[in-house]
C-alpha cells in the first residue's frame, strides 16, 4: 500500500456492550467501575502484540479521560469524535496535526 499509516490498528475502548449511545455507556462506566477496568486491561493486551510501542489516538474526550489508566505507558493523543460537526477540512487538519505531534 505504501501508506504512511499502513498498519494502523482501530478498536473500540469498551467491547461488547449492547448500548452503542455513548452518553449511556459512560453512565453504565461509572455505576459499573469494573467495565472500564476490564476493557483497559483487553486493550492493553491488544497493544502488547505490537513489536513497536504504539501511539493511542482517542477519538473524543470522554474516550481520552477514560484512557487516563494508559498515560504513563502509551503516548496517548486527544482528537474530537468524528461525530462532532466542525467539517470536513478542519477536522482533516486536526487529525494531521495529532499524528505530527507524535512523529
Not at 462506566?29 to 483497559?40: A, D, Q, R
Not at 477514560?66 to 460537526?85: A, D, Q, R, T, W
Request: proline share 5%.
Amino acid at each position: 500500500m505504501n501508506s504512511p499509516y499502513e498498519g494502523c490498528y482501530i478498536t473500540d475502548l469498551i467491547k461488547n456492550h449492547p448500548d452503542k449511545n455513548s452518553k449511556s455507556v459512560i453512565a453504565h462506566i461509572k455505576n459499573h467501575p469494573e467495565t472500564l477496568t476490564n476493557n483497559i486491561e483487553t486493550l492493553r493486551r491488544e497493544l502488547s502484540y505490537f513489536k513497536q510501542k504504539p501511539i493511542v489516538i482517542a477519538l473524543g474526550k470522554d474516550v481520552y479521560r477514560l484512557l487516563e489508566p494508559l498515560y504513563k505507558e502509551f503516548k496517548v493523543v486527544k482528537v474530537s469524535h468524528y461525530s462532532y460537526i466542525q467539517g470536513l477540512e478542519k477536522y482533516k487538519k486536526e487529525i494531521e496535526d495529532a499524528i505530527e505531534s507524535v512523529k
